[in-house]
Structures are given as structure tokens and as C-alpha cells.
């Protein structure tokens, strides 16, 4: 095992070749998702799966609690094991799939520390900034979404598409649970987000800021999304909401506008997934 990697790097690994170990407590049964929630809510953890998504957790200023990784995957995260004092726990990959309860196929995982999330007005501000000489300052607000799929999915558009912040509801699911990082691409780490309180606090902040707010919704009284690019507003909140329900009606009541997404006869809606990237685009 030490001829793949640094000299340097073989006092911090740790063998390990016993699934019960207790030190593997933060890797276990990955794909219970309510235990999951639990255990990295209380213990103020998450987990990040891959090289891409660990480096970026990394670099976003996530400190390690430790590391997970089989021998082939340690030469391609040498540098960020030598710049971490968390301890690398080495193990078969046929032992690393019988912790987790998956085939770990995307190699390292990481346990790391969560940081405290900025008040929605830090990120407000953020997204005004990041707006300097475009069009409109955007943020997207996310209702109560409960696929984490689809919230790592929103991050990733935002972030393709130059959405400046994302703000998740206090019922929305967890940016940070693994499935989200990884669906998201570990974007997640790149666009300023938060969670809010309220909606009522939430548009309060929103109108303080300047922001005209739309729901994305079916409601009779909805502009197309067309009327909505093409009206002149300097900053823009999209409200999304959960993939049953949709946004809320007190919600969408509550906003400026309401706006669907033009479609062919037979079809009323898109995945949330697929109308973040939509309007995201239509709206850049």
C-alpha cells in the first residue's frame, strides 16, 4: 500500500479490515436515508462522495472529520490527505461497499464538518454582487422540495446558468445529504445559499432587497414565462416548490407574479429538475 502514494502520506492511514469497526460510524448504511438525516444533523456532518465533490467541499472551507478510501484511490487526493490533519481510513473496496451499502464507485468519501449557514440577507447580497454588469441580480427559493435529486439538480443549473444564490425553505430537503452533492456535482459548495425561516420573514427580506418575486405554478392568473423575461426587472426571485404540490397557494398568492412555462397541448408541467433549468436559462 505505501509504494501508491507519497512517503510522506503513509503515517496518516489508518488499515482497517473489520466492517464493525466503530471509527467507521459516519460511512455506515449510506442509503438509510432517514438514519442519515439524523445522525449528520446531530452530529453536524456530511458526507462527500468522489474526488471532484471532496476537493470542492474542501476548498469551500469544510473541514475534514475524516476520510474513507480504498488503495487505488489515494494517489489523486495525495495533496488534500497532506493538507488535512483528519485521519484516512483504508479499506478493501469489497469492505467500503459492505459499510456503506453501496458499490463506492465514484472512490473517495469524506466526512466533514458542516459550517454555519449565512443569514438570507448575506446571501442576497451576494447574488447582487455577483449581478454586476448583467441584466438582473437572480436567486431561486426552493419550497419544500423533497427528492434530494432534485435540489442537487437546481444547485447545478443555478450554477451553470449564473443564478446567484439559492435559498431552501426550513421543510426543503438537505443540500448537504450525499445524494444532493453528487447530483449537484458538488455545486452545491460553489453558489451561496441558506436556509430560510418564515415565508413571511423570507419575502420581507426579499422586498427589502429589491427583489420582485414569481412562482413558477399553474395558477389561471400565471404569465408565460416569456411575459416574464421580457418585463424590466433589475432582481428576480424564482420560487419553485415541491414536486407533488407545487408552491404552496399561499405562496404564490404572496407574489408579484405568477408564471408557467408555455407548453404543447397534453403536458401541464416539467420535473422541477427540468423547469429550474428552463426558466434559469430563459431568465439569464
Not at 152 to 163: E, I, M
Not at 226 to 239: C, F, K, R, S, T
Request: charge should be negative; hydrophobic fraction near 45%; glycine fraction near 8%.
Amino acid at each position: 500500500m505505501a509504494g501508491l502514494i507519497p512517503p510522506q502520506l503513509v503515517a496518516d492511514l489508518i488499515e482497517i479490515d473489520d466492517p464493525d469497526d466503530p471509527r467507521l460510524a459516519d460511512y455506515r448504511d449510506l442509503r438509510d436515508v432517514e438514519l442519515r438525516k439524523s445522525l449528520e444533523a446531530a452530529q453536524g456532518l456530511f458526507l462527500a462522495e468522489g474526488e471532484k465533490v471532496v476537493r470542492r467541499a474542501r476548498a469551500a472551507g469544510h473541514a475534514a472529520r475524516s476520510f474513507l478510501m480504498a488503495p487505488r484511490w489515494l494517489p489523486g487526493l495525495a495533496d488534500v490527505l497532506a493538507a488535512s490533519d483528519a485521519p484516512c481510513y483504508v479499506v478493501s473496496e469489497q469492505l467500503a461497499e459492505a459499510v456503506t451499502g453501496f458499490h463506492v464507485h465514484r472512490g473517495a468519501l469524506a466526512s466533514l464538518h458542516r459550517r454555519p449557514l449565512p443569514p438570507v440577507s448575506q446571501v442576497l447580497e451576494q447574488a447582487s454582487a455577483m449581478a454586476a454588469g448583467r441584466r438582473r441580480a437572480r436567486v431561486v427559493v426552493l419550497e419544500g422540495l423533497v427528492d434530494h435529486g432534485n435540489v442537487g439538480s437546481a444547485f447545478r443549473n443555478a450554477a451553470a446558468l449564473g443564478v446567484g444564490a439559492v435559498i431552501v425553505t426550513r421543510t426543503c430537503a438537505d443540500p448537504l445529504y450525499r445524494r444532493a452533492i453528487k447530483t449537484s456535482m458538488g455545486n452545491v459548495f460553489s453558489v451561496p445559499w441558506t436556509r430560510s425561516g418564515p415565508m413571511p420573514e423570507l419575502f420581507a427580506d426579499l422586498r427589502a432587497h429589491g427583489y420582485t418575486t414569481a412562482a413558477l405554478t399553474l395558477s389561471d392568473d400565471a404569465l408565460t414565462l416569456d411575459d416574464l423575461v421580457g418585463l424590466d426587472l433589475p432582481a428576480l426571485a424564482m420560487i419553485f416548490g415541491t414536486e407533488g404540490q407545487g408552491v404552496h397557494p399561499k405562496t404564490a398568492a404572496a407574489c408579484d407574479h405568477r408564471v408557467k412555462i408555455p407548453m404543447e397541448p397534453g403536458v401541464d408541467s416539467l420535473n422541477v429538475a427540468a423547469a429550474t433549468a428552463v426558466t434559469f436559462y430563459a431568465t439569464r
